[in-house]
């Protein structure tokens, strides 16, 4: 099983839906968890943290589950600029982030 | 504040040619990572460096070496290269110390051809 693991897409979401997309990771990469978005042909940038009790960014909200080993981001009335890759993190036992290889996301207008 | 600057943006070599990717942050930060994404993959750690004159190997070390004499830069060295090195190169940069201490910064990244 990969450390981490997300579902490639893409995801082709009509503007002001919403959209939400899984991250599955293994023991190794268990510490800490963080969403990071990628745009096309560019560096990747921290989107949020992920914590057990979730978190919620304006539009943004990120769930832990622990006992099934995944976390989640939902985007609520998503905007094309929400168009991008987003890639979930984790941590291992080294403080070492352990990447997924993203989610594609296509926002339609 | 510049950030992360990485030199070039875009290369082409041919198959044994040595080059170095420049890396620079201006953040006081200690760490610095050197990753390779290849084309609809994750990031891949190469190198990393938790201050000067330290190094590490990263999950993909082969082909590369980086040095960091200094806290500002931590240049990526491509010895022989090879069509497998074809990738985009990120350098990143983090502080230690912080409720923020677990976001890494980014550079444009450097997007190289090995043909």
């Known amino acids: 099983r990969k450390e981490v693991e997300q579902d490639p897409g893409p995801f082709n979401v009509p503007e002001g839906a919403t959209v939400a997309f899984n991250c599955t990771y293994s023991?190794?990469?268990?510490?800490?968890f963080f969403w990071y978005r990628q745009d096309c042909r560019k560096e990747p940038k921290l989107l949020m943290s992920?914590?057990?009790?979730?978190n919620e960014d304006g539009r943004f909200t990120a769930q832990l589950n622990r006992a099934s080993q995944y976390i989640s981001l939902l985007i609520r009335d998503s905007k094309l600029s929400d168009s991008a890759t987003y890639l979930c993190?984790?941590?291992?036992?080294?403080?070492?982030?352990?990447w997924g290889a993203g989610t594609k996301l296509i926002i339609k207008p | 504040n510049a950030g992360v600057t990485q030199t070039p943006k875009f290369r082409i070599l041919k198959i044994g040619q040595s080059m170095t990717l420049q890396c620079t942050q201006d953040?006081?930060?200690?760490?610095m990572y050197w990753y390779r994404q290849d084309p609809g993959m994750g990031l891949k750690l190469i190198y990393y460096?938790?201050?000067?004159?330290?190094?590490d190997k990263g999950e993909v070390p082969n082909g590369y070496n980086v040095s960091r004499s200094t806290t500002e830069d931590f240049p990526l060295r491509l010895e022989l290269a090879a069509p497998s090195q074809t990738s985009v190169y990120f350098c990143?940069?983090?502080?230690?110390?912080?409720?923020?201490?677990?976001?890494?910064?980014f550079g444009p990244g450097t997007r190289l051809t090995v043909t």
């Open positions: 023991n190794s990469a268990s510490q800490s």
């Open positions: 460096s938790v201050g000067a004159g330290i190094t």
């Open positions: 953040m006081n930060h200690n760490y």
């Open positions: 993190v984790g941590v291992d036992s080294n403080y070492q982030l352990i």
């Open positions: 992920v914590y057990s009790s979730g």
């Open positions: 990143a940069s983090r502080t230690t110390s912080g409720a923020e201490w677990y976001e890494q910064y």
